[in-house]
């Protein structure tokens, strides 16, 4: 966010974050000693804030373009509903005292309780079960125009935001309701099974939602330690080499210590090590007895390289020009691997 301060998608994402994590935190501060606010108030703001963190959700989902061009029609109708249920919830909190009646707001229950967190339940999971099912339609309609990871992990989110719709919220509603209207639950329990498909339905939505970058974690990891890797393979040939051609250094001479605990620009460093290699093979290429063959073995080149570095401190005169570890195949790799195998041979 810091650094691409002005991406409106970024910004979405940045406050979803932060929503979540106050929304969750707030779970954890009834359980803090010495509070100097109703015992109850947590709870009210993770309503809340899950509300506005849904709404933001949704207009992230109904983006379209590189440049994330938020529809402001569905957004603030969405916006809208998320005020309008966050005023009722305050409403309900302020006018009921569930202390009363041996019940506390966060202890969902259909069998008991007073009108007010009875009420304070059904909005506040009609809003969500709303939010839930547009958000599981979006993410499985945004995963048909996405690439395949992100497509992926698009539709594991849908199936868990469904699953929190249709397993908690929507029985939930259907709870509440029927204990304001008719005394009767309707459905038997849920206090007792909801909880469990919320859980499976929040852990499958973050999964969804990590997925892509996990996995594009991964294949950095990946890609960083076949460099790191690959650097330190090649460090026999190209000490040899920068002792006798100092100048092809591109970065300050570090010790084979410092080498080993070296993290950060990897990649960056592996192939200015290749192009260090390649320009000391074209300067020692001069002192080869020999021309080098597609055909030579790398512990054969290297005996020629050694040749060719005993020839060079002998002061003979440059007799023949040729490619070191000639590569079999094009391109960098193809050359990158015949470096490689010089300097394991060495």
Known sequence: MARVPRDRGLQIVTTCTVLVLVALTAQLVVALPGTHFPQQTPVLVEFILLNFFFVLLLGLLRTSGARFGISRGP?????????????????????TDPSSAGTKYGDYTEASGPPGVLVFH??????????????????????????????????????????ACLGNHVPR????????????????????????????????????????????????????????????ELRPLWELLYREFPTIALLPHR??????FTVRRMRMRYYRRVIECR?????????????????????EQAELVRAAIRRRADATDPTTTTVIAPPREPGMEGDTQAIIALSRAL
């Open 279 to 299: 320009d000391g093979l074209v300067c020692l290429s001069s002192y080869m007895s020999v021309s080098v063959l597609p055909s030579h073995t790398p512990a």
């Open 173 to 232: 509603v259907i709870a509440m309701a029927g204990r304001l209207t008719i005394g009767d639950p309707v459905l038997p329990a849920t206090s007792a099974w909801t909880s469990t498909m919320l859980a499976t339905g929040v852990a499958l939505f973050f999964l969804g939602v990590g997925y892509p970058g996990a996995r594009t974690a991964i294949v950095k990891i990946r890609l960083w330690a076949q460099a790191k890797r690959r650097y330190h």
């Open 122 to 163: 059904l909005v506040g999971n009609l809003f969500m079960a709303y939010a839930t099912a547009c958000g599981a339609y979006l993410s499985w309609t945004a995963a048909r125009h996405a690439l395949a990871h992100t497509r992926r992990g698009l539709r594991v989110a849908a199936v868990g935001l469904a699953i």
């Open 75 to 95: 957004f603030l109708a969405d916006l809208a509903l998320a005020v309008a249920a966050g005023t009722i919830l305050v409403v309900a909190f302020a006018v």
């Open 255 to 260: 010790s084979p210590r410092r080498d080993w």
